[in-house]
């Protein structure tokens, strides 16, 4: 073991019924949990004893950064997201985005456009460049803010294996249901460390 195992912040019923408990259940121990086996794989015989999820990614190529990145990813979503309804948006986050996109309802957009729009598989994020500018980034595959010097505040997956079981082909449909399951006291945490 190189590196620590993802465990999920909340039991697999807890997206309901936005993510149904199944979903939760394939996407962690198959997907999540399948990048830490691989990863764990490609690390045999590796020479350090322990390493950080962001040190690989920031210092990896191939299939490594790849492995790597997916599982960081993973633990970030899943960080983002809480019980239906149970949080809500900051003013202070509210009134930044509202300033950089024109307004929150705006910003919400935008990132759902790009969400529903990136071709293939990806990741939609929130970002902080590093002057502190608010940034709606699409990332392909296992891409991560961290190897572009980004600081990430939220995301939403857009694999297929993130929405398929609940919502087949219905990107947007399962985009629209994912704003009302949003960890926004996440979100606010990673926006209070940029400023
Ligand atoms: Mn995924």
Not at 105 to 127: D, I, K, Y
Request: hydrophobic share 40%; net charge negative.
């Amino acid at each position: 073991m190189t590196f620590d195992l993802p465990v999920l912040p909340f039991t697999y019923d807890a997206l309901e019924p936005v993510i149904s408990q199944e979903a939760v259940k394939t996407h962690f121990e198959k997907h999540h949990l399948g990048y830490a086996a691989k990863l764990n794989k490609l690390m045999e015989g590796s020479a350090t004893a322990k390493v950080s999820l962001e040190n690989l990614i920031k210092t990896s190529s191939g299939s490594i950064l790849n492995n790597a990145a997916q599982i960081w990813n993973h633990n970030f979503y899943w960080d983002c997201l809480t019980k239906l309804g149970k949080t809500s948006i900051s003013m202070n986050l509210h009134a930044a985005l509202s300033e950089e996109f024109g307004s929150f309802e705006t910003f919400r957009e935008r990132f759902t456009s790009a969400a529903s729009e990136l071709f293939g598989s990806g990741w939609v994020w929130l970002v902080a460049d590093d002057t502190g500018k608010l940034q709606i980034e699409s990332m392909p595959n296992a891409n991560c803010p961290l190897e572009y010097g980004k600081r990430p505040l939220l995301v939403v997956d857009v694999w297929e294996h993130a929405y398929y079981l609940d919502y087949q082909s219905e990107r947007l449909s399962y985009l629209k249901s994912w704003w009302t399951i949003v960890n926004w006291d996440f979100v606010g945490k990673q926006f209070s460390k940029i400023n």
